[in-house]
């Protein structure tokens, strides 16, 4: 079926319009750059929010789909399937290597909500219902997804509104608050769950305090420690666990009970997963989970041929070297806009200054957050960010990004601030 609509004439005709989106549609990807229906170039540190950890369209994650599509694109999972059990194996002896099962399904909330009934589950398992022992803790500023079970997880209100009566017995503390903490963990916590690195709060680490707290409690309490990482996950640090970066040199030296992921994970194709300690055993057996395309072969073959590919090019050790380099170039800058650079790897938030923006008639007139307005004067440019709250932007290029691209992101990123 053929239209001489426009794209942006048949989405708004057709399409859903629960996202807010920008007036431009892209025709292809290459690596670090995406080209638009006109035909104008973009760099993108975008990358789908975090998404395309090899860029756009590469060659063995290419090749991997096409591969697998000829021998087995769709399999169920009341039968075995090999791809799902190598990229597993993946997963427990290179990211977490420690023993432990995974779980595989389509996305990052699924992998999060996996987390919720793991925790609530083994909580029943082990002290019956009676006990009551089913709350999950969550912080701040936080994002766990947009099913109910994760906007009832995600410490911002802004998510919640309009979906009421929400999922019940999660306890929402200040991220990084230590004391407060303290006081509402009891027995009747079945876990805690934060995100090491947040994404959609503004690019805040945890600090090794909070993490040796929650660890603590979780001895005291016999609760699940629980780790989303679907934004700083799978290489964004610089390692393939996140949390493991932001601890480093601390003295604090914490594992997790469960862990998600999502989003780099998969490269660009759907999948999200959730690791599981021997702790956690037995917890969502036979009938307690599952997912139609969780794990396909398709999917399998896709995320092992990225995830590989990172392991063996050296982009871990890419993302260090380029953060490196993005620090010590926007040190030098002296721009009244820009108040700071904050994050880990290349998962980066340029935070803004609200006052200085605050006295910019344009941005004024607007309407819009600072972020927001500095990400369309990006665009503009032929530049992708994307906003993390209202004051600050973020960068996700992808993880094997090169020199010249990040000097192009640099000068760019630069020319536009200071137009301001």
């Excluded at 759907?270 to 702790?279: F, K, N, Q, T």
Aim: charged content about 25%; glycine content about 10%.
């Amino acid at each position: 079926m053929s239209s001489e609509a426009s794209t942006e004439e048949l989405m708004n005709q057709f399409v859903l319009g629960n996202y807010g989106r920008f007036q431009v549609a892209f025709s292809h990807g290459e690596g670090s750059y995406l080209w638009d229906e006109s035909g104008k170039k973009y760099l993108d540190f975008a990358t789908g929010i975090a998404v395309c950890s090899l860029g756009h369209c590469p060659e063995v994650m290419a090749k991997a789909l096409s591969d697998q599509s000829a021998k087995l694109i769709h399999c169920s999972n009341l039968y075995q399937i090999r791809e799902q059990a190598e990229l597993a194996r993946f997963v427990v002896e290179k990211i977490m290597e420690r023993p432990g099962k995974v779980f595989f399904c389509n996305s990052g909330a699924e992998a999060n909500d996996g987390l919720i009934k793991l925790a609530r589950k083994r909580a029943f398992d082990k002290y019956g219902k009676e006990a009551g022992k089913h709350e999950v803790i969550t912080v701040t500023q936080s994002f766990h997804g947009r099913t109910l079970g994760g906007i009832a997880a995600t410490a911002q209100d802004k998510v919640k509104v309009g979906f009421d009566p929400l999922l019940p017995g999660f306890l929402h503390v200040p991220f990084n608050d230590c004391d407060t903490l303290r006081e509402v963990v009891n027995e009747k916590a079945a876990a805690i769950l934060f995100e090491p690195l947040q994404g959609e709060g503004g690019i805040n680490p945890v600090t090794p305090e909070f993490v040796e707290i929650a660890a603590e409690l979780r001895e005291k309490f016999d609760l699940l420690l629980m780790f989303d990482e679907v934004q700083c996950g799978a290489g964004r640090t610089g390692d393939w666990c996140g949390w493991r970066t932001i601890l480093e040199g601390s003295g604090v030296d914490v594992e997790p009970d469960a862990v998600s992921w999502a989003k780099g994970f998969g490269g660009g194709f759907p999948i999200g997963a959730l690791w599981a300690s021997d702790e956690c055993e037995g917890a969502l057996g036979p009938g307690t989970h599952g997912s139609t395309f969780g794990g396909t072969p398709l999917a399998s073959a896709a995320s092992l041929a990225v995830l590989e590919e990172l392991d063996e090019s050296g982009a871990l050790g890419n993302v260090k070297r380029q953060e490196t380099r993005i620090r010590e170039a926007v040190a030098k800058w002296d721009l009244p806009v820009l108040d700071s650079l904050r994050g880990v790897g290349l998962m980066l938030g340029f935070v803004l200054n609200s006052d200085v923006f605050s006295e910019i008639p344009a941005l004024v007139d607007s309407g819009q957050t600072p972020s927001l307005y500095v990400v369309n004067k990006a665009m503009d440019e032929g530049f992708l960010t994307v906003p993390a709250g209202d004051d600050v932007v973020r960068w996700l290029p992808p993880l094997n990004v090169s020199d010249a691209e990040v000097d192009e992101a640099l000068a760019t990123f630069s020319e536009v601030l200071s137009s301001l």
